[in-house]
């Protein structure tokens, strides 16, 4: 059985403890927080205190607050004996300042109130420690199948990939929105597209997925497309995003 306290009361924190709580070789042994009304959540789960110096003693220890509290959070827990993880994508491990540390990073978006499936869950472990590494790995593993091995500054490439395809992709999305209320045009329309893009992306490559006018190198559309542009930005992007997507494909242009 792991005892695993959890530092932070917001997004993750809530994904953790509702799907930590599901399995039974873990036993939640606190839920620390500095936000009262929030820790009330966690009531029913776990005891929890909004007392930094009375966090309890336990296996594992996930600091889930914000990237910039990581370090002072960790302070509090400095001198205890488990193994102390953060659960962030783009801080290093070694911000943390005790020897027995480590990474316990799902790669997901997760949204308050949004469930999601676990066991589909990328958890990225990393640790100072191979036995703590092994632990983190058995710990991720109860929660979902897929678990790697990603250090430091692996995990910094991955995250910023991360923003790619997730971060920008759904700003993305935001401008298709705009242009079709420009037109009084439900953005519905255009979700069985999107859906398809990220279903394709499953069974081949992005290179081999591209579509569009870009690719075929169709110009006409292009300069179409980019007379029915009014914001700056937009074309800006509209350009830059042509003719990276056209760079890729030039030698078969
Ligand atoms: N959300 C995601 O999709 C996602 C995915 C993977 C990893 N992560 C990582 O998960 C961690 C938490 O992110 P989140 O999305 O759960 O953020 P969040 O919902 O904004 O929650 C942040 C938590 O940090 C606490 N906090 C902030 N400053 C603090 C301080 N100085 N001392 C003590 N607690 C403090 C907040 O308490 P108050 O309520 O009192 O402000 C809140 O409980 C981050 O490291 C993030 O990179 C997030």
């Given at each position: 059985?792991?005892?695993?306290?959890?530092?932070g009361?917001?997004?993750?924190?809530?994904?953790?403890?509702?799907a930590?709580?599901?399995?039974?070789?873990?036993?939640?042994?606190?839920?620390?927080?500095?936000?009262?009304?929030?820790?009330?959540?966690?009531?029913?789960?776990?005891?929890?205190?909004?007392?930094?110096?009375?966090?309890m003693?336990a296996?594992?220890?996930?600091?889930?607050?914000?990237?910039?509290?990581?370090?002072?959070?960790?302070?509090?827990?400095?001198?205890?004996?488990?193994?102390?993880?953060?659960?962030?994508?783009?801080?290093?491990?070694?911000?943390l300042?005790?020897?027995?540390?480590?990474v316990?990073?799902?790669l997901?978006?997760?949204?308050?109130?949004?469930?999601?499936?676990?066991?589909?869950?990328?958890?990225?472990?990393?640790?100072?420690?191979?036995?703590?590494?092994?632990?983190?790995?058995?710990?991720?593993?109860?929660?979902?199948?897929?678990?790697?091995?990603?250090?430091?500054?692996?995990?910094?490439?991955?995250h910023?990939?991360?923003?790619?395809v997730?971060?920008?992709?759904?700003?993305?999305?935001?401008?298709?929105?705009?242009?079709?209320?420009?037109?009084?045009l439900?953005?519905?329309?255009?979700?069985?597209?999107?859906?398809e893009?990220?279903?394709?992306?499953?069974?081949?490559?992005?290179?081999?997925?591209?579509?569009?006018?870009?690719?075929?190198?169709?110009?006409?559309?292009?300069?179409?497309?980019?007379?029915?542009?009014?914001?700056?930005?937009?074309?800006?992007?509209?350009?830059?995003?042509?003719?990276?997507?056209?760079?890729?494909?030039?030698?078969?242009?």
């Amino acid at each position: 059985m792991l005892s695993i306290v959890i530092l932070g009361t917001g997004t993750i924190a809530k994904h953790l403890v509702g799907a930590l709580s599901k399995v039974k070789e873990v036993r939640l042994a606190q839920v620390v927080g500095r936000n009262q009304e929030q820790l009330l959540w966690f009531s029913g789960f776990a005891p929890i205190s909004t007392d930094f110096k009375a966090i309890m003693d336990a296996d594992i220890y996930l600091i889930a607050v914000k990237d910039d509290a990581i370090v002072e959070v960790s302070r509090h827990i400095f001198d205890k004996k488990g193994i102390v993880a953060h659960v962030s994508g783009a801080t290093p491990m070694n911000s943390l300042p005790m020897e027995n540390r480590g990474v316990f990073y799902p790669l997901q978006s997760f949204t308050e109130g949004r469930p999601l499936d676990f066991r589909t869950i990328p958890f990225c472990i990393e640790a100072q420690k191979e036995d703590a590494a092994e632990t983190l790995k058995v710990l991720a593993g109860y929660l979902s199948d897929s678990v790697s091995d990603v250090d430091s500054q692996q995990r910094k490439k991955l995250h910023l990939a991360a923003m790619y395809v997730n971060n920008f992709s759904n700003y993305l999305y935001g401008v298709g929105e705009k242009l079709c209320e420009e037109e009084g045009l439900p953005f519905d329309l255009l979700k069985p597209l999107i859906l398809e893009t990220a279903e394709k992306i499953q069974v081949m490559s992005p290179k081999e997925a591209q579509t569009g006018p870009a690719r075929r190198g169709d110009k006409k559309t292009m300069k179409a497309h980019l007379a029915l542009l009014h914001d700056k930005k937009q074309i800006e992007l509209y350009k830059l995003f042509s003719e990276a997507i056209k760079k890729v494909y030039e030698e078969k242009l």
